[in-house]
């Protein structure tokens, strides 16, 4: 009896107060959304590290890149813990600042007029592929340009959805 009388109350609870199981099921996809966001800002410092050391916009560009990566890591963390929404927002703002920055920061790059080329990496056994780029071509920052659609479409996506 004692046991039907705890799980009535709790039925009972659930219905006076259903706003709960949403706000945690915003929070599992707010948390969902900030884990992408640092797997996509940790792939875009590492194609920034890998691709773009010879560049002249590479010191700028791989603090961006990091400090991106240090952002979207503490979003995570908060998110992950049911963290204030207003820290949150505040969070995702700084993001997003340093995101629109870092995007300024490639476009230069695909519109510079100083061209380089740093030669060529070897894969292994005879493989070789070309990684320089023209810095005045867009080609040369193509995949950059995408990594980063990608992660505004998520960043975005986060800033709607805590609105």
Known sequence: ???????????????MFP??????ESFEH?????VELKAQAEAFRGEVRQHYRHTPQYRHLYQDATEMARLADHLHE??????????LRSDVASLDRTFHHVEE??????HSDHGYDHGSLSFGRGHRRSVGFRSGSSSGVSH???????????LHHMQDDLR
């Open 144 to 154: 950059l340009k995408r990594q980063l659609r990608a992660m505004e479409n998520t």
């Open 30 to 34: 707010i948390d969902g959304l900030a």
């Open 19 to 24: 706003g709960q199981s949403a706000q945690a």
């Open 78 to 87: 908060v998110a992950h813990h049911g963290g204030n929404i207003r820290h």
């Open 1 to 15: 009896m004692k046991t039907a009388f705890v799980a009535a109350s709790v039925c009972c609870l659930g219905l």
């Open 105 to 110: 920061l490639v476009d230069q790059m695909s």
